[in-house]
Structure formats: structure tokens, C-alpha cells
Nanobody, 126 residues
Framework: QVRVVESGGGLVQAGGSLRLSCAAS????????MGWFRQAPGKEREFVAA????????SYADSVKGRFTISRDNAENTIYLQMNNLKPEDTAVYYC???????????????????WGQGTQVTVSS
């Protein structure tokens, strides 16, 4: 079974930065893509950023473009989300997702992913 573990959340003031990490381990097949989603209280889970494993193609939600950067470490099967210029509206539980099975879904959609982490809380104070 695939294990997905996020880390790096915390409390930060508006304008500050945080770096999230997500490591995927176990399973038989390699990751095809990994992504970050977030869910604020009372809201639906939404796409933040994703990266395809083979060529490193990235995708971002409009709300985080220019502020967040997703990257990967192939050897460690780990992705990172560098979050700069954080805003109070970025407050949410951030979830890491792993795609291990080929499908036709966009990597910006939840349906593309097979495995999810437990989430890490990010709180941005004003």
C-alpha cells in the first residue's frame, strides 16, 4: 500500500512563507503525478498545484500563481510546496495526493489521484 505523509504546516503571519513537504512510499508502481489540494473550514477541497513526474510539467491554481512553487525530488519520491507572500485566505488544511495509475483526468482534479495524505494545517494570521 502507498503511504503519503505531509509535513511543514504551521502558523505564520500574512506576508510570510512556509514550505510543505510530501513523501510517498510503498506500492508497486511509480508516481505519475503528485499534487496539493487544500480545504478551508466550510468549503470544498480545491486544487492548489501539481507536478507530473516524468517531465516536471507543473500546474497552479490562479489564486496561488506567482506566490507558490511546486517542485520534486525524484530520488526521494517527494514533492515540496514553497508558499511565499501568504495571505489569510490561504488558511486551510493542505493535502498531498499521488497518482499511480494512468488515467485521462486533469492533474488539477481530485479524480486524477489514487492516494491521499492526512493533511497538514496552514494558518495565516492577519
Amino acid at each position: 500500500q502507498v503511504r503519503v505523509v505531509e509535513s511543514g504546516g504551521g502558523l505564520v503571519q500574512a506576508g510570510g512563507s512556509l514550505r510543505l513537504s510530501c513523501a510517498a512510499s510503498g506500492g508497486t508502481f511509480s508516481s505519475l503525478a503528485m499534487g496539493w489540494f487544500r480545504q478551508a473550514p466550510g468549503k470544498e477541497r480545491e486544487f492548489v498545484a501539481a507536478i507530473r513526474w516524468r517531465y516536471g510539467e507543473t500546474s497552479y491554481a490562479d489564486s496561488v500563481k506567482g506566490r507558490f512553487t511546486i517542485s520534486r525530488d525524484n530520488a526521494e519520491n517527494t514533492i515540496y510546496l514553497q508558499m511565499n507572500n501568504l495571505k489569510p485566505e490561504d488558511t486551510a488544511v493542505y493535502y498531498c495526493a499521488v497518482d499511480r495509475a494512468a488515467n485521462s483526468f486533469s492533474i488539477a482534479t481530485m479524480t486524477a489521484y489514487d492516494y491521499w495524505g492526512q493533511g497538514t494545517q496552514v494558518t495565516v494570521s492577519s
